[in-house]
């Protein structure tokens, strides 16, 4: 039972650094970027909607 703890331990500790990597890549910043700017982006084209419909 130990043998199975230890390793799915190992498993999860694994898939935890992958899944650090990933996101600390350098690779992924301009998505992550885009992604962060989304919010913004959306209220400005709620805006356009609005006044094009109070027009």
């Known amino acids: 039972m130990a043998l199975i703890q230890s390793i799915w331990t190992i498993i999860v500790m694994v898939i935890f650094f ?19 700017h989304l919010p913004i982006d959306d209220d400005d084209s ?5 006044k094009e419909k109070q027009q």
């Open 18 to 36: 992958g899944v650090v990597v990933w996101a600390f890549s350098r690779k992924r910043k301009s998505e992550f970027d885009d992604a962060a």
């Open 46 to 50: 709620v805006e356009k909607i609005v």
